[in-house]
Antibody
Framework: QVQLQESGPGLVKPSETLSLTCTVS????????WSWIRQPPGKGLEWIGH???????NYNPSLKSRVTISVDMSKKQFSLRLSSVTDADTAVYYC?????????????????????WGQGTAVTVSS | QSVLTQPPSVSGAPGQKVTISCTGN?????????VHWYQQLPGTAPKLLIF???NRPSGVPDRFSGSKSGTSASLAITGLQAEDEADYYC????????FGGGTKLTVL
């Protein structure tokens, strides 16, 4: 059973760079897309971006200029870097697997959904 | 403000049925993109509840069902139970993954 675990500093100063790592256990990182999602206190979910094991990435257009997601296959980890943070970046950050899931009615169809999530790590931006 | 609109809250008594809507437009749901639903119990990470509009992952009770029509999708929960009290989020696509603003379900 694949499990994900986020790690990184819980406090980041304004204008600095937020860095988090997600460790994959119980399965391979050599397939699927690996995602980052965040949730500000009391608010909804926001997709940040994802990475394929090949290194191919896609980012949320609203964050693209500040986000970098990378993967380390040997450590079975993928990472998030968010630069020039402000208090608006205070949130719980989740890593998740975007898996290919077969349609139960028509096996020729499949969908991509976030089927496994880490427990989340809270990051506060404050001086 | 989310591009996908959900009611902030819904409620129902145990045993009843509730429906949560997710309204998009012709750039996302109406463009043919599928809808997924996630359940977030208090203090926990989201959990995939419905994928591809209508499919339930293994282990999700058949009390939960999804549907999609035009620019909207819906999540229905029948036989409401106290343990269903949670936040529910729809997710679709429109250039990149989009989440709804979330709906808080209260079981009376």
């Amino acid at each position: 059973q694949v499990q994900l675990q986020e790690s990184g500093p819980g406090l980041v100063k304004p204008s600095e760079t937020l860095s988090l790592t997600c460790t994959v256990s119980g399965g391979s990182i050599s397939s699927d897309y690996w995602s980052w999602i965040r949730q500000p206190p009391g608010k909804g979910l926001e997709w940040i971006g994802h990475i394929y094991h090949s290194g191919r990435t896609n980012y949320n257009p609203s964050l693209k200029s500040r986000v970098t997601i990378s993967v380390d296959m040997s450590k079975k980890q993928f990472s998030l870097r968010l630069s020039s943070v402000t208090d608006a970046d205070t949130a719980v950050y989740y890593c998740a697997r975007r898996a290919q899931l077969r349609d139960g009615y028509n096996m020729d169809y499949y969908y991509y959904a976030l089927d496994i999530w880490g427990q989340g790590t809270a990051v506060t931006v404050s001086s | 403000q989310s591009v996908l609109t959900q009611p902030p809250s819904v409620s129902g008594a145990p045993g009843q049925k509730v429906t949560i809507s997710c309204t998009g437009n012709n750039s996302n749901i109406g463009a043919g993109y599928v809808v997924h639903w996630y359940q977030q119990l208090p203090g926990t990470a989201p959990k995939l509840l419905i994928f591809g509009n209508t499919n339930r992952p293994s282990g999700v009770p058949d009390r939960f069902s999804g549907s999609k029509s035009g620019t909207s999708a819906s999540l229905a929960i029948t036989g409401l139970q106290a343990e269903d009290e949670a936040d529910y989020y729809c997710q679709s696509y429109g250039g990149s993954p989009l989440f709804g603003g979330g709906t808080k379900l209260t079981v009376l």
